[in-house]
């Protein structure tokens, strides 16, 4: 079997994780690469005895290659063609194409769907592209003539918004923009919900599509609740808390701009946004300074603290700050929401952290719920490390 793309060859005993099927290759595996190969180019992998394993965008970081095929694979149109159609599939089955409730989903959802750095989210007629890696930037063209190529999707808009990701990895940016159309929606629905989504400007694509289920959750829950959400961004919490029937909600994030839209998006479902106030606030602050006894139902969904395990100490400490403050404060009774959506935290380490944070407070407190990412946001099951969204209901006395 001929190679298609310049090589780069592992070393013995190197490749078990690629026969295990896991998409990462650690430049600490690889025993020789082709002259002159650049971030983003497409390379053929091969084990010690020249074997090909595998087809992927090369890298520039610790994770060498991120790998698209286990196989000799021509990486071109129908290449796009064939994934997107099979995660279509996906959400088709799942009840997503033409559900008159929900018009927002995650489309693409990276190694969850056999395709390496690239999430694509659809917000009713409009698919927003966001590339994580340089292979995918490059690319960004094809996967958007793959999109227009789904008639059941009824794309009318694509946009692409993959040059904060590229900055953030310290990469040459590439322009954010339209491919196909220009901004047609007013808001999209998701359990009937209504809420403006920035995808140009605003957070990833524009709005936090892994937390439908958990806001759906509090929903069913916030019934004659006095409610706390912060770095509530534009307000997806808060609304669904008051469409189960909240006393009140108070909403604090440091951005103007998120608060803005959180009240305008509580005022689309009918509420009054002088009765639920919105704050721009630091959140870690307001939780600290908060008096005791004020709310019944507590969210603390952060941005992630812990970006990579370099920094996991620090951000355990400030996960259990946060926790340990809302513990502290809430009402006999409350629900206590958390969250983290650190890759580098797992499970375990975050239940920990939350229980060492109970312990400081002395207060009883009882997990009611383990929650985490739904179903469309899949996790490879060879790629554990998918399964980024953790999340515990704790019932506090």
């Known amino acids: 079997m001929n190679p298609l793309y310049p090589v780069i060859k592992l070393r013995e005993g190197k490749d078990d994780a690629v026969k295990r099927f896991h ?17 983003g180019d497409i390379v053929t992998v091969t084990n010690s005895r020249d074997e090909v394993i595998g087809t992927g965008f090369c890298e520039a970081g610790n994770i060498a290659v991120k790998l698209l095929s286990f196989d000799n694979t021509k990486i071109g149109a129908m290449f796009w063609q064939q994934r997107l159609n099979a995660a279509f599939a996906t959400r088709k ?51 958007a003539k793959a999109l227009e190529a789904i008639p059941e999707l009824k794309i009318e808009a694509i946009y692409n918004k993959s040059s904060e990701a590229m900055q953030r990895m310290g990469k040459d ?35 936090f ?50 608060i803005t839209i959180c009240e305008n998006n509580i005022e689309l479902n009918g509420f009054s946004k002088e009765a639920n106030p919105s704050l721009v606030e630091d959140a870690k602050l307001y939780l600290q300074n908060m008096p005791e006894n004020q709310y019944d139902m507590i969210i603390l969904d952060p941005p992630a603290f812990a970006k990579n395990h370099k920094s996991l100490h620090r951000g355990l400490q400030g ?17 206590l929401f958390t969250f983290s959506c650190s ?50 209901v704790l019932e506090i006395d």
Not at 98 to 115: A, I, K, Q
Not at 319 to 335: D, T, V
Request: proline share 3%.
């Open 23 to 39: 998409p990462w290759i650690f430049s600490g595996a690889i025993a020789n690469a082709a002259p002159g190969l650049q971030a």
């Open 93 to 143: 089955a799942l009840g997503f194409i033409d559900n008159p409730h929900t018009n927002c989903f995650r489309l693409v959802h990276s190694e969850g769907d056999n395709l390496p750095g690239l999430i694509v989210d659809i917000y009713g007629k409009t698919a927003v592209i966001q590339a994580q890696t340089e292979g995918m930037a490059l690319n960004v063209k094809a996967i």
């Open 173 to 207: 940016a590439v322009d954010d923009g339209y491919l196909l159309g220009g901004k047609c929606e007013d808001f999209v629905l998701e359990n009937d919900s209504k809420f403006l989504i920035d995808w140009e400007e605003g957070q990833k694509t524009g709005f």
């Open 209 to 258: 599509l892994d937390q439908r289920f958990n806001r759906d959750l509090v929903r069913q829950l916030a019934k004659g609740r006095t409610v706390l959400n912060t770095f509530c961004y534009t307000g997806g919490f808060s609304v669904t808390a008051l469409q189960g029937g909240a006393k009140q909600v108070v909403s604090v994030d440091c951005s103007k701009k998120a």
């Open 319 to 335: 996960y259990k700050f946060i926790n340990k403050e809302a513990i502290k404060k809430i009402n006999a009774g409350g629900l």
């Open 343 to 392: 890759q580098a935290v797992d499970k375990a380490q975050f239940q920990s952290i939350v229980m060492a944070a109970a312990i400081e407070t002395g207060r009883k407190a009882k997990i009611l719920y383990q929650l985490s990412q739904p179903e469309d946001h899949p996790i490879n099951i060879y790629h554990p490390e998918g399964a980024y969204l953790k999340g515990l």
